[in-house]
Nanobody, 125 residues
């Protein structure tokens, strides 16, 4: 069965860095786009970044551009989110998700069919 398992979250001071990992299993990882979403306290889940499976093309929400980098290692069936210059407003539970083939808007969480359990990121000021 499809499984996505995130790791790498934690508590960090503002300006610090973290790298999140999402280990995938149960499907042909190299043929699926992957995304990262986050849900802050009292907020709706929002798109953060995605990476296309065909060419590795990436997209980011404006608030993380220049600070976060999504990447993938198909040999390890893992997608990463490198987060630098972290801010208190980045505090959230971060989720990785598998994008459905042929689906549309990459920012729409309804176009992702499998999700990890989430990993907590807390940025102190």
């Amino acid at each position: 069965q499809v499984q996505l398992v995130e790791s790498g979250g934690g508590l960090v001071q503002a300006g610090g860095s973290l790298r999140l990992s999402c280990a995938a299993s149960g499907f042909t990882f190299s043929t699926y786009g992957m995304g990262w979403f986050r849900q802050g306290p009292g907020k709706e889940r929002e798109f953060v970044a995605r990476i296309r499976w065909t060419d590795g093309f990436t997209n980011y929400v404006d608030s993380v551009k220049g600070r976060f980098t999504i990447s993938r290692d198909n040999a390890k069936n893992t997608v990463y989110l490198q987060m630098n210059s972290l801010k208190p407003e980045d505090t959230a539970v971060y989720y990785c998700a598998r994008k459905m083939k042929g689906s549309g808007d990459y920012q729409d969480l309804n176009n992702y069919d499998y999700w990890g359990q989430g990993t907590q990121v807390t940025v102190s000021s």
